[in-house]
């Protein structure tokens, strides 16, 4: 069974080895550079999870989750992010938009596919 996980960061290194990491583990994997381009995914796909990065060019993680938590079909997928940032104003940002974890970057690949199981139900 294919869980599909769309994964947001503008760097393509990161965003490869997020996307790697979860692949190797049996999630399927759509990728997205900016949360402009992540909300126009998720309007042709239904993801189990997001895993995004908080800055972003265009629109940056928390106005993502704003935006993609604005659609009703959309509220029960979780949003966790993964970031550089560890200020805890952002953090209360992201939790007030709908996210219901943060992790800093860099990551353990481990405890990324720990907590993409837990959210997913894996």
């Given at each position: 069974?294919?869980?599909p996980i769309l994964v947001v960061d503008d760097s393509p290194s990161v965003r490869n080895m997020i996307a790697s990491t979860l692949k190797t583990?049996?999630?399927a994997v759509e990728t997205a550079q900016d949360g402009q381009e992540a909300l126009e995914a998720t309007r042709r796909t239904?993801?189990?999870a997001v895993i995004?990065?908080?800055?972003m060019p265009r629109l940056d993680g928390v106005s993502f989750c704003e935006a993609f938590?604005?659609?009703p079909e959309n509220r029960?997928?979780?949003v966790v992010f993964l970031s550089t940032e560890s200020e805890d104003s952002i953090k209360q940002r992201a939790r007030a938009a709908g996210a219901i974890g943060w992790m800093t970057k860099p990551f353990d690949q481990a405890q990324l596919l720990s907590v993409v199981g837990k959210v997913v139900g894996a």
């Open positions: 069974m294919m869980r583990a049996g999630y239904s993801f189990r995004t990065d908080q800055n938590r604005s659609r029960g997928i979780p």
